[in-house]
């Protein structure tokens, strides 16, 4: 790694992440085990977690053996005793990140009506990535389903990381 790469590295200005998405079962685990495994392999100390926000939302859910599956065949392996969160019952896990990413405008709308950001940073995946839209929900679309989003979600996540640092 070039020092100057290095150097940007080291002031990035987040450590708190906080992935968002509807029910926290397959998009934000897929986004938190890639921002994991960027912040890990560069030697960052990021803390970086993921909730649901939508009415749908549970705490206790599996992770989708789909996202499991995909993030897998890349090399991530997303822990096996995943469960989901209900942001809605943790208010204290949006209120603790200085960076709040949603997977759609959908879910960034409900977290700004849900609680006071006090101007954290709270942005799409893909405004982070510098663009507009949402990461399509992959459920019920089987395993290419799932691959489509991973890979889109990569391909924000690596644009995002750049502009960001």
């Known amino acids: 790694m070039k020092s100057s790469t290095i150097g940007k590295l080291k002031d990035f200005p987040y450590s708190k992440i906080l992935v968002a998405c509807s029910v926290n079962t397959a998009r934000s685990p897929m986004t938190q085990g890639f921002l994991k495994d960027f912040f890990t392999r560069n030697n960052m100390n990021v803390e970086v977690y993921s909730g649901g926000i939508s009415s749908n939302a ?19 392996d997303l822990p096996e005793d995943s469960l989901s969160i209900d942001l809605k019952k943790r208010p204290e896990l949006i209120e603790k990140a200085n960076l709040i990413l949603t997977l759609t405008e959908k879910h960034k709308k ?13 942005y799409t ?24 989003a991973r890979d889109e979600i990569k391909r924000c996540l690596d644009k995002g990381l750049k502009i960001n640092m």
Do not use: Q
Not at 110 to 117: A, D, K, S, V
């Open 58 to 76: 549970r705490d206790g859910m599996l992770i989708s053996l789909d996202a499991k599956l995909v993030m897998k065949e890349i090399g991530i």
């Open 110 to 122: 409900e977290i700004i009506e849900f609680i006071n950001l006090n101007n954290k940073k709270i």
């Open 125 to 148: 995946l893909r405004e982070f990535a510098g663009e507009n839209g949402d990461i399509e929900d992959p459920s019920m679309k089987g395993v290419e389903g799932f691959r489509k």
